[in-house]
């Protein structure tokens, strides 16, 4: 493997070696890369000793063993303090890539704080699951500083071949990172009430999956043409309407209360509905939704 970092075949250290770290470090020494391991609980750091790693006897010995330093902690504010505790000298040289789930503020500070310090740090954020890390399907947004990205790409491709850099601001990784997770956490939890009420009318979860993704089927398209609407500033309601829109989400709430299901997720959304109809918005599409959000905030 050949790299842009200062040696052809740059050194690896993985610091953090929960189910993520330990998933990078195993991706890197399956693709033959020198890594060094280093966990507060040790134990942890034992199955990837057996897999080729070495263990670091501390953090700062694992730091200095390597040109790329990864850290996998829990977040940023436990990595900026562990990192503390490392001597300025070991660290000197070396390119931090941080991989911990943040708010945007937090990234922004971490990058504050390794300027501060003279430290080359990146920021990182994994949007797959440990099994997915190493393989072609595996995703690593980056933000802040995108030279130090392009200059351990080839390894940093290793953990995940679509590594694409989102943008100068540090917290643009976290920004993307929590908007998507926002998608994915909104659409896991919008099946369960809707297999929740299904099962309370005699359905199986399981026979409900197919009627489900029929609407994911429309959701891309959809999303296009909110995005359109949002960046315009304009909320037609040509196709749709929230007046109408209203009455089916009432709907909605009255039959979760008549399946003895927690209202609460269609009565949010209800909620949004009627808020608008009332500021004289029943003839927009659904759309204008955003407008209340951000005027109820
Ligand atoms: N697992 C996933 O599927 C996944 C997916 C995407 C992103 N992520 C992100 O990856 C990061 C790591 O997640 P994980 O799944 O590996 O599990 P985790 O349980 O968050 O891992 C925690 C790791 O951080 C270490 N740690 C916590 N506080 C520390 C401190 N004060 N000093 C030193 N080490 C400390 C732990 O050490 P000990 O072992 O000693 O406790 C452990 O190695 C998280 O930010 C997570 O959001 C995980």
């Known amino acids: 493997m050949t790299n842009d970092l200062d040696t052809p075949t740059p050194t690896v250290s993985v610091l953090g070696l929960g189910p993520m770290g330990s998933a990078l470090a195993q991706a890197l020494l399956s693709a033959g890369t020198t890594t060094t391991v280093w966990n507060r609980t040790e134990s942890k750091a034992r199955p990837l000793e057996h897999a080729g790693a070495v263990i670091a006897p501390d953090a700062a010995a694992a730091v200095a063993a390597s040109d790329l330093v990864i850290t996998c902690l829990r977040d940023h504010a436990s990595t900026r303090e562990l990192l503390d505790e490392v001597p300025p000298e070991a660290l000197a ?44 399907d595996a995703l690593i947004l980056y933000s802040g500083r995108q030279d130090l990205l392009e200059a351990a790409r080839s390894t940093l ?88 829109e209203l009455s089916a989400l009432t709907h909605m709430v009255e039959t979760s209360r008549d399946a003895g299901v927690d209202p609460g997720l269609p009565t949010l959304m209800r909620d949004l509905a009627r808020e608008a109809v009332e500021r004289g918005h029943g003839a927009d599409g659904w759309s204008r939704i955003v407008e209340v959000l951000r005027e109820s905030s």
């Open 157 to 244: 491709e290793v953990l995940a071949p679509r590594s694409p850099f989102v943008g100068t601001d540090p917290g643009m990784a976290s920004v993307l990172d929590t908007a998507m997770l926002e998608v994915f956490f909104t659409g896991m939890t919008a099946f369960l009430h809707a297999a929740a009420v299904v099962t309370a009318n005699g359905l199986s979860a399981a026979d409900f999956v197919p009627w489900a993704n029929s609407m994911l089927d429309i959701l891309p398209d959809t999303f296009r043409g909110l995005a359109a609407d949002t960046d315009r500033g304009e909320y037609p309601g040509n196709e749709d309407n929230l007046a109408m």
């Open 93 to 136: 040289g070396r390119t931090v890539v941080v991989f911990a789930s943040s708010t945007p503020g937090e990234a922004r500070r971490t990058q504050e704080w390794a300027e501060t310090r003279g430290i080359d740090l990146l920021i990182g954020a994994i949007m797959v699951p440990t099994p997915v890390i190493g393989t072609p």
